[in-house]
């Protein structure tokens, strides 16, 4: 039976070998709170263990969408992985939530064990760096389905915090001063734009340098991981007053920000106050890209924002200093009802 399922196209050895080749990188994301489930039908994890009272879960669920095209390019999978935890993890904490676990789904063509452990070796990477347990996952081997060297991945977060710490969009208000954290690039946004301007209308080639990307690979700044912001803004937890936060991802500023405002607030932001990744500037370039578009699409340097009261902003940025992470003060909310975009 399972020769004439090779013969459809699936390899049941494959799978036994890539689940032995992942157990040593799902075992370096355990935490507090995981309960060992690997191989059950269902991962576990103990709130109470956890040190939870009074918990609310929020969760949320991700892919890396077409940046997954620059990892068959580059015939590079180490570092995807932390792309789909971070897409996730990010926007749990957004909601002053603590990530406790992460599932992943990867569908492939073929299963190559080899490259199956170099993805779940960045997911487990991407769960390390969240203080996040990777308590389970899928592989499934869809012939026909993806070509041999494909495949697509997915995540799902979930992260708990205690209901009197929630944070909604109801607690920012105007004058309220905007801190940006910065990103490392394009993160896992906008794929779909980039490939077209460079790969397809300007016929560039991943693998070529550039002295404008600091002598890089093309393909290699384009698969420079998402930010995983999560352990220097949970170290503000409980020590800083903060109003609302956002992870700036696919709507870039103009989609994103808005979400952490109360109704008929805006924002007035100053895009001298931060510094604009090369890569942007690269794109820019050669393309007929607005200003304002490129704002609508990309993070354009700034990945995550957290709001606060003034008087919160110096032991805000000292405690994100302390835990090793950059920020800026870079606007304000207003009554505007508007995203305000200044020089």
């Not at 969009?169 to 394009?186: C, E, F, R």
């Not at 930010?227 to 500023?253: D, S």
């Not at 500037?281 to 990309?298: G, M, W």
């Amino acid at each position: 039976m399972a020769d004439q399922y090779k013969e459809a196209g699936v390899d049941l050895e494959a799978g036994y070998d890539s689940v032995r080749r992942i157990k040593s990188h799902v075992a370096r994301t355990k935490v507090e709170g995981a309960m060992d489930s690997i191989g059950a039908f269902g991962g576990m994890f103990d709130l109470k263990a956890a040190g939870f009272k009074d918990p609310v879960l929020v969760s949320g669920t991700d892919g890396v969408g077409t940046k997954l095209m620059m990892a068959f390019a580059m015939d590079k999978h180490d570092t995807i992985g932390i792309d789909a935890v971070a897409m996730c993890v990010n926007d749990v904490l957004v909601q002053q939530a603590a990530p406790l676990f992460f599932l992943d789904y990867i569908a492939v063509g073929k299963n190559h064990p080899e490259v199956i452990e170099q993805i779940v070796k960045g997911v487990a990477d991407g769960c390390v760096l969240s203080d996040c347990a990777l308590i389970g996952g899928e592989t499934a081997e869809m012939p026909d389905m993806y070509d041999i060297h494909h495949y697509d991945l997915a995540g799902f977060c979930v992260g708990a915090v205690d209901r009197e710490n929630l944070l909604t969009n109801t607690s920012v208000k105007a004058g309220d001063v905007l801190i940006g954290l910065p990103s490392s690039g394009v993160h896992s946004n906008g794929f779909s734009l980039v490939r077209k301007v460079l790969f397809k209308d300007n016929h560039l080639d991943p693998h070529e340098t550039f002295e404008e990307l600091g002598g890089k690979k093309l393909g290699e700044v384009l698969l420079e991981p998402t930010v995983i912001y999560v352990r220097p803004v949970k170290a503000l937890f409980g020590k800083a007053n903060l109003h609302g936060m956002a992870h700036i991802t696919g709507g870039g500023f103009y989609e994103n920000v808005p979400r952490m405002l109360p109704e008929g607030l805006g924002v007035s932001i100053n895009l001298d106050s931060f510094p604009r990744p090369a890569i942007f500037d690269f794109i820019a370039k050669r393309s007929s890209i607005t200003e304002q578009e490129l704002y609508n699409v990309f993070n354009m340097g700034i990945g995550f924002m957290i709001a606060a009261d003034a008087n919160e902003v110096e032991k805000i940025q000292t405690i994100l200093a302390e835990n090793g992470q950059k920020s800026y003060v870079i606007g304000e909310v207003t009554n505007s009802g508007k995203v305000e975009l200044h020089r």
